[in-house]
DNA sequence: GTCTATACCGGGATAGAC
DNA sequence: GTCTATCCCGGTATAGAC
């Protein structure tokens, strides 16, 4: 009724927070409507349907958390906090108004079909981030071993964030890991 | 029609390999049924409801999980390779017949609202062995500081479990990294 | 573009005979 | 205990007015 402003926005905003929290499949499109405030077709309007929401979601997602990770690493004192600075990321993005669950990427592949083209494109995209970035930030640390040492480092992320799903896990136990992993 | 003998071993069977390779949230109660050569009222008079076979299927899971790394401890060489051994049984799991995806507890966990009971009580106890047994193992090798290497290498296998969700992930890269943490 | 109201469908669960 | 047939609800998506 109320013609609410950047009904777009409301709807990015409300479903970012509910899939982070209760992850895309547990979440009712009405749900996300409630929050926003807004009528069911403005969404199938905006969006085409609950995929495509999710798709624009993690697109934001991704685009964010790249922010948020280069800060952490310009943040950094040499090297080697360079290279760990993903955990600092982490911890940022875990304080971030709703806490997320686990991690909307590896839901988003968790939760569809194998293969799905929208969540084969975001656990894609994230991965692809991962492991880039990992990559150029071991190069200082480990040489022509970089491309190694960041795979591991990408099991050990990925580790941590699945450690959220078991009782007793620890974002400080994945960095430790970490730091024991560079020694 | 024809009465098929033993209807729920057949059920835990066909519900154990669909929810393993496609995740138990996706998969319907129908397939599972099908595969079975079972009616719908036969699944309901032995579980109750689709949680209720879930849960059957995770418990057995669990107890062969149990059985197979226990053989695989057995059959490693020494301390190092016994408290490795975790990845043997990982690769003689995923040789059988249908590949899981990922995990099918973490799967349960990640598909299942947060306090959902059933979900819970699986990925506690397959942490809870986890954590006992890693412990356990990593006695001879770590001395007093094997609780501190067992969380540790409770992260890397989470991790390697959860990198089968992401392109280029391997068993291979997840061993290597425990391997590199053990140096 | 946004709203109200509703259609449509998949999926879990049940009724009742055998 | 097992079968056939069916119910019923939640959830996605659309129709049509404003």
Sequence with gaps: MTPRPDARRRLLDAADELFAVQGCAATPVDQVLTRAGVAPATLYAHFGSKTGLQAAVLDARLARWDTTWAAAVDAAPDDRGRLLAVFDALA???RGEAASRWCAFLDAAAGAPADDPTAT???????????????ELAGPVAGDRAAELAEQLLVVVSGTLAMHLRPGGSLAT??????????
Tied chains: 1, 2.
């Design 92 to 94: 940022e993005f875990a």
């Design 121 to 135: 494109a975001a656990i894609t995209a994230d991965t692809a981030l991962l492991r880039a970035r990992l990559t």
């Design 174 to 183: 994945g960095r430790a890991t970490a730091e024991a992993l560079l020694r």
